[in-house]
């Protein structure tokens, strides 16, 4: 029997594709369900989780977290200079930028980060359901 290695990858590539779509349902029921979402550690506007990298670290992806949701963000702290300048004084908390910017990953990476936030997801509501507040 003569085999397509093109047919193969295809194959897979529909694989990864469902099951990327089946993570992205998970994930936003998941998010539904934590009410409220916790505030991301340090930040003052955000509420967000965390989702590890694994193998899907990229040098030029910063901290990527799923929010309310359910959908994947990379999550960037910096200073509003614009505040500065409107309002004439450093102040920490006027002057503070935290920016999501949501992100278009390819399958494969997107369930890499979608179940490593599924886990923390699941984390904070089984620790919730235990009587801890994270």
Request: proline residues 7%; glycine residues 6%; hydrophobic residues 35%.
């Amino acid at each position: 029997m003569d085999r397509d290695p093109l047919l193969r990858k295809a194959q897979a590539d529909v694989i990864v594709e469902r099951t990327a779509s089946q993570l992205r349902q998970l994930l936003k029921d998941a998010c539904a369900e934590l009410d409220p979402f916790p505030p991301f550690p340090n930040a003052l506007f955000t509420n967000a989780i965390e989702c590890e990298e694994g193998g899907a670290a990229h040098p030029d992806r910063g901290c990527v977290v799923v929010c309310e949701d359910g959908e994947l963000y990379e999550l960037e702290f910096g200073i509003d200079h614009e505040s500065i300048e409107l309002t004439g004084s450093w102040d920490p908390v006027t002057a503070r930028k935290e920016t999501k910017k949501k992100l278009d990953l390819h399958p494969r990476d997107y369930v890499v980060y979608a179940y490593n936030g599924l886990v923390a997801v699941t984390e904070h509501l089984l620790e919730r359901a235990e009587g801890g507040t994270p």
